[in-house]
């Protein structure tokens, strides 16, 4: 019974988090032959406040890309 969770920035569409889900999915049971009713996939979403990189927020990181020009 395999579970994966994903976590992203927030902003995907209910369509590209359904692809994520079917495609995880197709995966473990290509690869692992595991049942797909026994597969759990979780996608959690982080604000970007919430995600960093080079020791600041993404956030921010677009707030300076945008005032760069």
Not at 6 to 30: H, M, N, S, Y
Not at 31 to 49: C, G, R, S, Y
């Amino acid at each position: 019974m395999p579970y994966v969770n994903i976590r992203i920035t927030a902003g995907a569409t209910d369509e590209q988090k359904a692809e994520l889900i079917a495609g995880t999915t197709d995966l473990l049971v290509r690869v692992l032959n595991k049942n797909p009713a026994a597969t759990f996939v979780v996608i959690d979403e982080v604000p970007l406040e919430n995600w960093g990189t080079a020791g600041i927020s993404v956030a921010e990181r677009t707030k300076r890309a945008a005032a760069a020009g």
